[in-house]
C-alpha cells in the first residue's frame, strides 16, 4: 500500500512538473538560461578572464544556437505574462522585427559554430557579431526587472 500511494504521489509530482515545463514562459526562460551561461564563457575568454579553449568556444556557440530551434513558438499569443517573465509587449507588436532578431542570432551563432575559430583574433571577430545580436535584441525585446 505504501509503495502504490508513493508512486502516486511520484507520479502526480513529474506530471506537474511536465506540465510546468510545456508552458512557454519556462521554456523560453530555460533556453535563455542556456544561452546566459554560454555567454558567460564568450565573455570572459573576449576579456581574457579565462584563457582562450577552441573547444569551450565552440560548445558555447553550439549552445546558443540549440536554443534558436523552435523559439519562435516559445511567445505564442497569451504568453506575455507570467512566470517572472522578461518578454517585452513588443515581441508581439512588432512580431516581424521580433521574428528577424532571432533569425538573425540564428545565423550569427550557427556562422560562428561552423567558423570554428582556433585563436583569439578569430574567436573575437565572431564573439562581436553574436554579442551585438544579442544586445539589440535585449534593448528592444526584453523588459528588464531591475
Same mark, same amino acid.
Given at each position: ?13 513529474? =506530471?506537474?512538473?511536465? !506540465? ?13 538560461? =542556456?544561452?546566459?551561461?554560454?555567454? *558567460?564563457?564568450?565573455? &570572459? ?32 499569443? *497569451? =504568453? ?7 518578454? =517585452? ?7 516581424? *522585427? ?13 556562422? !560562428? ?14 564573439? *562581436? &557579431? ?17
Amino acid at each position: 500500500m505504501k509503495n502504490a500511494l508513493a508512486l502516486a504521489l511520484a507520479t502526480l509530482f513529474l =506530471s506537474g512538473q511536465a !506540465a510546468l515545463a510545456a508552458e512557454p514562459q519556462v521554456e523560453r526562460q530555460q533556453a535563455m538560461k =542556456s544561452v546566459g551561461q554560454a555567454m *558567460g564563457t564568450l565573455a &570572459k575568454t573576449a576579456k581574457g578572464e579565462i584563457d582562450y579553449d577552441a573547444v569551450a568556444v565552440e560548445e558555447a556557440f553550439a549552445a546558443m544556437n540549440t536554443a534558436t530551434v523552435n523559439f519562435i513558438d516559445k511567445f505564442p499569443e *497569451g =504568453s506575455e505574462t507570467g512566470h517572472e517573465t522578461e518578454a =517585452s509587449p513588443n515581441i508581439w507588436s512588432d512580431r516581424p *522585427g521580433f521574428e528577424k532578431a532571432v533569425k538573425q542570432f540564428d545565423t550569427d551563432t550557427a556562422n !560562428a559554430v561552423a567558423a570554428a575559430p582556433q585563436d583569439i583574433a578569430a574567436f573575437r571577430a565572431e564573439f *562581436g &557579431k553574436v554579442a551585438q545580436n544579442c544586445k539589440t535584441c535585449h534593448e528592444t525585446y526584453r523588459v528588464s526587472k531591475k
